[in-house]
């Protein structure tokens, strides 16, 4: 059972079972139905209590339930909240840990609520482009106030009961009790038994006494903060029915609301990135309870760019860390660089000065492999060569204790060989942390072909206790995420060679909604970077044809940023890209000695080419199993390289568009005399979804 039933004394309890959250999918929403149906049967009942089994009273609609029949079945969620406002019987909420989405709406349609302190109450809808659809937006107005209210369904953030309860003349919480909930909502029951007429959230009215000024301030401020996303603004829609409409209608006005925005690319782009956060912690082939090793103490080697900001990961989850280097002056320098990190977030008010101290007090260095061995995980950040790799691996085996787990976080390197360095290959496993690695969100955990089942549960639970979105890869040159942005780096320079401008290609990039655009974003990391890799590509796969844009303007010494020169202009000390007529001279020179003659290309190609690219080659990733879902490409890209959000990744763009539109572009582009014909051969999986009408999801 989903909801279990007992009676105690004359009061009827009604608890919610459906961990891990108490989930109102179809199973639970019939049985709290049932439960209210024969207490208002027994003559015995005098009053109804209703809560919910662990740790949660509830987190709303179950989400494995999302866009299935199930999910509207009857009793529907608005049906189940009507069937309690009509109890004969009071019915009382024992709101506690949890009350969110439609767990709170479900609330709401009951007589009374009881709350221990501590509860989360939110309704978050919103953080998935839809308003609450179970009434929520005409109820809490009611309860809260207007603006409270507003803020809640707007913003999605959970608030403590007691400060809600604390709000003068609010009747969201009608007792706010120390201790147990249920223990306070059974006594706050026996008290109310009698009492009639029963309370009922939808009498009340939502006031506001400068209620048009008030909602026109709200549309303004939501609709600059919002940009991209509808559902904000029509929150403030639906609250704004909320004053001005008869209840009955503006439940309608919601619904019909809630409806529309389900069937928003944004919405579904939204959905698709929270399922796809959760989905990337499966993994097809290591079951959910696979057991774990302990990481309770951790060593990194190498307190460079990437090493420092590793640490920080570990040092802010409370795990404590030893940092080697070669050098005491290398040491000295990345210790202090996460220092300077630490105290930013101290000056802007981020970090309590205590919080930092505890931090640093984690933190040890050494120069010596002996203080590092007892390490349950040590995570290499050396330079990028494989000798060096070598070295410190064979290390690792000789000194780490056994079991534990050994990883590196190698961007480019073949993993397995990195594993064929110790005699423990099934320790070994790719970490690949993001620049700068205490910010970004995305790790990718490569999995070798000998990595252990246990070492691969393990680094996935630890990514997410250090706050990571971690998503598997398998070994394959740049992994996921920097194989596909080759492919698309490959296009912007094909469309220089063609007749763009580096900023037209980064304008109308950033216009669909990535960050940063190709150009700014190699001036950003170093165009050196991908120097280096074309030069070993060169040698690898001498048939890869680039536009030679790229080679010729590391050969001016323009590697971005660093050098106040790559495809832009840049003055000492500022970001600010400009466009540079130096720039312009060689792309023009270089064309010219290719004997093109530049046609104007507009955003919408750019665009397609650039965004295609990624797909085409996820579609290859997804085909040799490099990625086990594409959702998983998907998540790698909102976390890791600035797609945009409300697009749901690349992959999610494409069955936006429709599969057979991406190959028809694709074929299209080419026929292009100046496109490589050999780019826009569709991936045989693209190929075969687009033709039999399928999609990636
Ligand atoms: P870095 O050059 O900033 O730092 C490397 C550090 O390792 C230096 O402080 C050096 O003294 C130390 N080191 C070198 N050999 C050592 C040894 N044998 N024992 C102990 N320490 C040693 O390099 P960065 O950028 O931090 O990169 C480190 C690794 O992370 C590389 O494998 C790189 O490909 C990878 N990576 C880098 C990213 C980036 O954006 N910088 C992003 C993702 C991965």
Redesign the pocket.
């Given at each position: 059972m989903t909801a279990s039933y007992e009676v105690r004394g004359a009061i009827a309890v009604i608890t919610m079972n459906n961990p891990p959250v108490n989930g109102l999918g179809y199973a639970t929403r019939c049985a709290i139905a049932e439960g209210v149906d024969r207490a208002n049967a027994d003559a015995a009942v005098k009053a109804i209590v209703i809560t919910g089994a662990g740790r949660a009273f509830s987190g709303g609609a179950d989400i494995r339930e999302f866009g299935s029949p199930k999910a509207i079945a009857e009793p529907n969620l608005l049906s189940l909240i009507l069937q309690l406002e009509a109890s004969a019987k009071p019915v009382v909420a024992a709101l506690h840990s949890v009350v969110m989405g439609g767990g709170l709406e479900l609330s709401l349609g009951c007589h009374y609520r009881v709350a221990a302190p501590g509860a989360q109450i939110a309704l978050p809808e919103v953080k998935i482009g839809l308003v609450p659809g179970a009434g929520g937006t005409q109820r809490l107005p009611r309860v809260l106030g207007v603006e409270t209210a507003l803020n809640m369904i707007v913003s999605g953030e959970p608030v403590k009961s007691e400060v809600l309860a604390a709000i003068p003349g609010q009747k969201l919480i009608d007792k706010l009790v120390d201790g147990d909930a249920l223990a306070g909502a059974l006594a706050f029951a026996a008290e109310v038994a009698d009492k009639r007429p029963l309370p009922r959230v939808r009498d009340l009215k939502a006031k506001h006494a400068n209620a048009d000024g008030y909602f026109a301030f709200a549309r303004n401020t939501v609709k600059a903060m919002a940009k991209n996303f509808p559902a904000p603004a029509k929150c403030v829609d639906c609250v704004e029915a909320a004053v001005k409409m008869k209840f009955d209608d503006g439940m309608r006005f919601e619904r019909d609301t809630f409806m529309a925005l389900m069937l928003t690319p944004e919405s579904k782009a939204l959905r698709h990135a929270f399922l796809g956060e959760r989905a990337a912690s499966k993994i097809p082939d290591v079951p959910e309870d696979t057991p774990q090793r302990k990481v309770e103490k951790v060593a990194i080697?190498?307190?460079?760019?990437?090493?420092g900001g590793i640490s920080m990961n570990f040092l802010n989850a409370g795990i404590p860390v030893t940092i080697?280097?070669?050098?005491q002056e290398?040491l000295d320098r990345?210790v202090g660089v996460m220092r300077k990190n630490y105290e930013a977030q101290v000056k802007k008010g981020k970090l309590k000065q205590d919080k930092y101290e505890q931090r640093m007090g984690l933190l040890k260095t050494t120069l010596s492999y002996e203080d590092i061995k007892d390490a349950d995980m040590v995570i290499e950040?050396?330079?990028?060569e494989m000798g060096?790799k070598e070295?410190?691996f064979k290390t690792l085996d000789e000194v780490m204790k056994p079991g534990a787990i050994l990883a590196s976080?190698?961007?480019?390197l073949d993993l397995n060989k990195i594993a064929a360095f110790t005699k423990r290959p099934q320790d070994v496993i790719g970490t690949?942390?993001?620049?700068p690695a205490n910010v970004m969100k995305l790790l990718e955990v490569v999995r070798g072909e000998k990595t252990a089942k246990d070492v691969l549960a393990t680094v996935m639970a630890l990514g997410k206790k250090i706050k990571k979105t971690a998503v598997v890869s398998g070994v394959c040159d740049g992994f996921i995420g920097n194989r596909m942005i080759e492919q698309y780096s490959r296009q912007a320079g094909f469309l220089l060679d063609e007749g763009a401008t580096p900023q037209q290609v980064d304008k109308a990039i950033e216009k669909f909604g990535f960050a940063m655009g190709p150009f700014r974003m190699g001036d950003l990391?170093g165009n050196d970077i991908g120097w280096a890799i074309r030069k070993r590509r060169a040698v690898e796969h001498p048939d890869m044809k680039y536009s030679k844009t790229a080679d010729l303007l590391c050969e001016m010494g323009r590697y971005g940023q660093k050098t106040q020169a790559g495809w832009y202009d840049y003055q000492a000390g500022k970001r600010d890209a400009i466009p540079s007529k130096v720039v312009t001279d060689m792309i023009e020179k270089h064309r010219a000695s290719l004997g093109i003659t530049p046609r104007k290309i507009s955003d919408d190609e750019i665009v397609q080419r650039l965004v295609y690219a990624l797909v085409n080659e996820g579609a290859r990733i997804l085909e040799e199993g490099i990625a086990s879902k594409a959702s998983d490409i998907d998540m790698i890209y909102l976390t890791g390289y600035g797609f945009p959000l409300w697009r749901g990744g690349p992959m999610c763009y494409a069955d936006t568009v429709g599969l057979f539109n991406v190959v028809h572009a694709m074929k299209r582009f080419a026929q292009n005399p100046r496109d490589d014909q050999a780019f826009w051969q569709p991936a045989p999986l693209l190929a075969k979804l687009a033709a039999e009408g399928k999609s990636f999801s």
């Open positions: 080697i190498g307190a460079g760019t990437m090493g080697l280097e070669m050098k290398a990345g950040a050396v330079f990028e060096v070295k410190v976080n190698t961007s480019t690949h942390f993001f620049s990391a």
